[in-house]
């Protein structure tokens, strides 16, 4: 039975160190891949890099060569807008001078209307207060004629009432005679 207790472990670590010692070769091997694979891909980035640096550079210089060329034509093209420029100040020139003659003529046309309406309100305002007034002195003299009717009225009603009152003293004094 000692036997089982020391042939057991034995045979397990014979079967464990055949297992391990194939990992570890295999282990090894894709370590060692992954090193080179990282050197071939930093050795292939440094080449792209060169290869963009390379590219970026003649683009830098066919950019020069297209600014250089922009800017020669920018100094033709400035120099006509130069001429063109010095035409277009004196004909403004002219134009500014006009349309300061004009502008004082506006605003004189327009302090005139403003005048002309502030006469336009006065007389509106006038207009509305005498109209105003003949409303007020028609409606005054209706109430007024109203008035005399009534006043007339009343004036009639004591003529009738003395002359009733007389006739009734001439009654009185007629039956006092009796």
Known sequence: MK??????????????????MDFTKEYEADKIAKVEAAKQARIDDLKQEAADR???????VALNADRRAAREANEAKELAEKEARQQAVEARDIADSERRRLAEKVSQLEK???????????????????????????????????????????????????????????????????
């Open 112 to 178: 005139d209307i403003v005048l002309v309406q502030a006469d336009i309100a006065t007389t509106t305002v006038d207009k509305q207060r005498l109209n105003d007034e003949v409303e007020y002195l028609r409606s005054y003299v209706t109430v007024a004629q109203n008035n005399e009717k009534k006043f007339q009225a009343v004036i009639q009603d004591i003529r009738q009432a003395e002359a009733a009152h007389a006739a009734a003293l001439v009654a009185a004094a007629a039956a006092e005679s009796k």
């Open 3 to 20: 036997k089982v207790y020391f042939l057991a472990p034995a045979v397990a670590l014979g079967i464990f160190l055949f297992f391990y």
């Open 54 to 60: 390379e590219r970026a550079i003649k683009e830098a």
